[in-house]
């Protein structure tokens, strides 16, 4: 069975708090519960992380390539800054999908680069939760 990591970056631990508007009312539990709920019945084992700390979330995409089949990171606002975090999925040989629950293409410019995208094997963005479940789809069916 393909063992898949999902990383959470800072922040998405306030999730139902945090700007609902923009992010919706759903916590991260439970995102993560429909998550669990759906890797059953697409065959897959299924893990979580979520860290407000950029060395935290490197050595997350660490354990991807070494103890995964692959990722599923939400970077939050590093996904804009970190080389570091660039640096670590090009580092490893796993699939990594990144995903957010809002469309940063279409939000501020400060969002609208990502260092991730270009490191990553695929991008979902602009669906809320769904935007996780769609990359999950992924590892269950092509990756
Ligand atoms: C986010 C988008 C980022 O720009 C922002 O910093 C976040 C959440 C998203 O999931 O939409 O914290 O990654």
Same mark, same amino acid.
Request: proline residues 3%; aromatic residues 8%.
């Given at each position: 069975?393909?063992? #898949?990591?999902?990383?959470n970056g ?11 508007g923009l &992010?919706?009312?759903?916590t991260l539990?439970? #995102?993560n519960d429909?998550?669990k709920? /759906?890797a059953e ?5 299924i893990?979580f992380?979520q860290?407000?700390?950029?060395g935290a979330l490197?050595d997350?995409?660490q354990?991807?390539g070494s103890? &995964?089949d692959?990722g599923?990171?939400n970077?939050?606002? &590093?996904?804009?800054?970190? /080389?570091?975090?660039r640096d670590?999925v090009?580092? #490893?040989?796993?699939?990594? #999908?990144?995903?957010h /629950?809002?469309?940063p293409a ?5 969002r609208?680069r990502?260092?991730?995208a270009?490191?990553?094997s695929? /991008?979902v963005?602009g669906?809320?939760?769904?935007s996780y479940?769609?990359?999950?789809y992924?590892?269950a069916?092509e990756?």
């Amino acid at each position: 069975m393909k063992k #898949i990591l999902v990383i959470n970056g800072p922040n998405l631990n306030l999730l139902g708090q945090r700007e609902p508007g923009l &992010y919706g009312h759903l916590t991260l539990a439970g #995102i993560n519960d429909r998550l669990k709920k /759906l890797a059953e019945t697409l065959n897959l084992e299924i893990f979580f992380i979520q860290s407000n700390h950029e060395g935290a979330l490197v050595d997350a995409v660490q354990l991807v390539g070494s103890q &995964y089949d692959g990722g599923i990171l939400n970077a939050a606002a &590093y996904t804009h800054t970190s /080389l570091a975090l660039r640096d670590a999925v090009l580092a #490893i040989d796993k699939p990594v #999908i990144e995903v957010h /629950l809002t469309n940063p293409a279409s939000r501020e410019e400060f969002r609208q680069r990502s260092l991730l995208a270009g490191a990553a094997s695929g /991008l979902v963005a602009g669906f809320g939760a769904r935007s996780y479940e769609l990359a999950l789809y992924w590892f269950a069916e092509e990756s």
